[in-house]
């Protein structure tokens, strides 16, 4: 894996360009994108894939996994699959005869190396995805399209996933003029089913990049629904000694509660396992070598004993299974962001007005069928929000129909802890 400044992560993101027509692309779209995707990177290391391991995997909540940490052949992936389909846990795997590190502008694509791969999976019930890249430049684009499509119409049931850098990446990273024309250059090139990327807020001495986080979200929101697909956060569970802490409770709920708020329909936790400093790769002579960074109290550490940190993602994860698949779909139609109670510019909330001085909230408004659900979310982790609702027109509110950390105050009056949110039915 590559990482920028302090990250790295998964692979995500899929595409279809098989000459197929709408319909058709429809119809085999990959059975993973019917749900609220929560998934993790970094499985058990070899000498502890077994059954009890994979059980505890998804005892957590995770319903996908990328083993990753040592298993990269077909040999170690076939056998995360064996557990998988007992536990219930789809694997996504990493297989080196697709080195992401020796992929290149203009590189002549090995298509046998690619059938390959296929061939050794695509039959297998507990495949889910395939990986191809992590935060690719914008110059790999045109290669990673010639990748996709090779997977696509080999074995369209299934997505190849491509992961996208964070808007705090640089524009030598990104390979153009900036974070935008990066996501609109690899939707254009790649026209993927699923849009993903990863991006890792909570820094070491407290620091926490707030206006990063929500702006990634607003470009990434934007440019996939006009693309009209979904999109996927691969979010902080782990600390690297080199940039990020760990995460407490209410900044595991913050990461998960804002993205659902922003109409995100998945998550993926980096990492489960806490992996080795270079993730079990190996470094391939002439190609790029992989990022060497000190990993620790993922949701397991490093010696095979659960964290608090497995706890706090367990019972997120939990709460996902309602509130984020509550949300399958619906149109995420507005986001707006308040700090004391006033809309950060670009926002909308046509439903819903809040007010306070503590009213640090994202409002997300959801609709389907002529039906409104409100996502609102505390936008900090560290401080608790309070805030009142106007709303508009005839709206009312029906009734809550999840909520985490919050509480009523009063009539149309909430507080919401470091990291809560609450989902409201209107009429």
């Known amino acids: 894996m590559k990482y920028l400044f302090i990250t790295g992560l998964m692979m995500l993101t899929a595409s279809c360009s098989t000459g197929k027509t709408d319909v058709q692309k429809a119809a085999v779209k990959s059975g993973m994108l019917n749900e609220f995707i929560i998934m993790a990177y970094s499985g058990p290391p070899l000498e502890e894939v077994n059954l009890e391991r994979y059980q505890e995997i998804a005892d957590s909540g995770i319903g996908y996994l990328v083993p990753a940490n040592g298993a990269f052949n077909a040999e170690q992936n076939l056998k995360a699959m064996e557990l998988g389909a007992q536990v219930g846990v789809g694997i996504i795997p990493v297989d080196l005869r697709l080195s992401p590190f020796e992929l290149k502008p203009d590189m002549d694509v090995d298509v046998a190396a690619i059938k390959s791969i296929i061939d050794s999976y695509k039959d297998n019930p507990a495949l889910a995805a395939y990986v191809i890249k992590d935060e690719p430049g914008g110059e790999l684009f045109p290669a990673l399209k010639e ?235 560290d401080v608790p929000a309070g805030f009142s609702l106007k709303l508009s027109g005839e709206h009312k509110v029906a009734g809550v129909f999840s909520s985490i950390d919050a509480s009523p105050a009063g009539k149309m009056e909430w507080n919401l802890k470091p990291g809560g949110s609450i989902v409201l039915d209107m009429k």
Request: negative net charge; contains cysteine; aromatic residues 12%.
């Open 147 to 381: 990748i996709y499509d090779i997977f696509r119409a080999e074995d369209p049931a299934h997505e190849p996933l491509i992961n996208l850098f964070p808007n705090y990446g640089t524009i030598h990273q990104f390979g153009v003029d900036d974070y935008p024309t990066y996501i609109r250059s690899y939707l254009a090139t790649v026209k993927p089913g699923l849009l993903a990327y990863d991006s890792y807020p909570l820094r070491n001495g407290g620091v926490t990049i707030y206006d990063d986080w929500y702006s990634n979200l607003e470009i990434v929101r934007e440019e996939a629904r006009k693309a009209k697909i979904p999109f996927l956060v691969f979010i902080q569970s782990q600390g690297i000694k080199e940039g990020l802490r760990v995460p407490n409770r209410a900044e595991i709920l913050w990461q998960v509660n804002t993205v659902l708020a922003y109409g995100a329909q998945g998550v993926g936790w980096f990492t489960y396992w806490t992996p080795v400093p270079d993730q079990g790769f190996q470094h391939v002579e002439g190609a790029e070598p992989p990022i060497v960074e000190s990993h620790h109290n993922a949701m397991i550490d490093i010696d095979g004993n659960r964290t608090e940190v497995y706890d706090y993602v367990r019972e997120a994860n939990l709460y996902l299974k309602k509130a984020g698949r509550g949300l399958l779909g619906w149109e995420s139609t507005d986001v707006a962001r308040y700090e004391v109670g006033i809309m950060i510019a670009g926002g909308s909330s046509p439903i819903a007005a809040p007010a306070g001085d503590d009213a640090n909230i994202v409002v997300g408004t959801f609709r389907k069928d002529g039906h409104i659900r409100l996502v609102i979310s505390n936008s900090r982790c």
